[in-house]
């Protein structure tokens, strides 16, 4: 059973903690984060997003409980201070979206851990999505990507593989996050993250396209998108519009797909569905990507269009959790 720790106890933090504690073959022994133990303990009980978390949090000194399951929580800024050889840690979740360069990931490996697994895009790291390139994940640093880039990434690979794609772009429609503001105010990242978050339609730049082709490096120079934040706080659909190789139509697109999120390999990353589904639908979807099956088109027989539902925190957090059960 490997032992996990988690570094940055937010969105992301607070749910990869559920989402081990529904697993058999991981335990989590320890949390750092510099709130209080009370705040993150009230935070891991009640959730906007997924509601009142169903097991019992308690309290017992620079302990949480959770049904009685103790797990050490610390407040401590620098890595290397870290009791994660003490714990006993195999693998750390570093998702404060701090410490993501190779250099800086790297002192948890001092610290006492045998795996980093980085909850967000990095520049200096390796990047692997579960599912797509899976075995690149053995090396002791790497990132898991983005929310957006687990979901495209799986539907490039089978659509590249299947059919060929010669360019692609996205738009993902995106739920609003915490880099954006709930009234206007100035942002450091771009005016429009500045504008009220619930008020608006926000475009934004998105790194998740450049960063598929981390994982997927033939599509390098071939693939870019933009963003638009939405008042929704989760759930997300990504559009994929590409040119193929040869030509195809909407059945094939759609029976590839179907074939493809029933193999072994894609069983628990894609799923399809042919319900009118919202936003809403989604939430605590498992997936990284639902492919909404009625949205699919085919122009003159090369210029397609697929589109694909996630929740932009939860199927994520499920990516990043089987692919550490992998490693």
Same mark, same amino acid.
């Given at each position: ?5 988690i ?23 320890? *949390? ?29 000194g620079?302990?949480?409980? *959770? ?25 750390? +979740? ?7 360069? &190779? ?31 899976? @075995? ?5 640093v ?13 539907? *490039?690979?089978i659509?590249?593989?299947? +059919?060929?794609?010669?360019?692609? *772009? ?9 880099? @954006? ?14 504008r ?21 490096? &033939? ?19 990504s ?35 042919? &319900?009118?589904?919202v ?13 909404d099956?009625?949205m ?26 089987? @692919?550490? &059960?992998?490693?």
């Amino acid at each position: 059973m490997k032992r996990i720790v988690i570094n940055g106890f937010g969105r992301i933090g607070r749910s990869a903690l559920k989402v081990i504690f529904e697993t058999n073959d991981l335990e989590l022994v320890g *949390i750092n984060d510099l709130m209080s133990i009370e705040n993150a303990a009230y935070l891991l009980k009640y959730d906007s997003n997924y509601g009142i978390y169903e097991k019992e949090v308690k309290i017992e000194g620079d302990n949480i409980l *959770i049904d009685g399951k103790s797990v050490k929580y610390t407040s401590l800024k620098e890595i290397e201070n870290l009791p994660w050889k003490s714990l006993g840690a195999d693998v750390v +979740i570093e998702s404060t979206g701090i410490f993501t360069s &190779q250099a800086a990931a790297e002192k948890h490996l001092a610290a006492g851990v045998k795996f980093v697994v980085i909850s967000g895009p990095t520049k200096d790291t390796p990047t692997v999505v579960h599912g797509v390139n899976t @075995q690149d994940g053995k090396v002791a640093v790497f990132s898991c990507a983005s929310c957006t880039t687990n979901n495209i990434s799986p539907i *490039i690979e089978i659509l590249g593989r299947r +059919i060929g794609i010669k360019k692609a *772009i996205l738009n993902t429609t995106h739920a609003y996050t915490a880099s @954006q503001t709930l009234i206007d105010a100035p942002s450091k990242r771009e005016p429009r993250m500045g504008r009220a978050a619930a008020n608006n339609l926000a475009p934004a730049a998105t790194g998740a396209a450049v960063a598929t082709t981390k994982a997927l490096p &033939q599509y390098a120079g071939k693939f870019d998108g933009i963003a638009v934040r939405v008042p929704v706080p989760v759930g997300s659909i990504s559009d994929i519009t590409f040119i193929a190789e040869r030509p195809t139509t909407i059945e094939e697109i759609n029976r590839i797909l179907t074939e493809e999120s029933a193999t072994p390999r894609y069983e628990k990353v894609v799923d399809v569905t042919d &319900q009118p589904l919202v936003s809403s639908d989604i939430v605590k979807s498992p997936y990284a990507a639902t492919v909404d099956l009625e949205m699919t088109l085919v122009v003159d027989g090369d210029l397609v269009k697929v589109m694909a539902w996630y929740d932009n925190e939860w199927g994520f957090t499920n990516q990043m959790i089987r @692919q550490i &059960q992998s490693i």
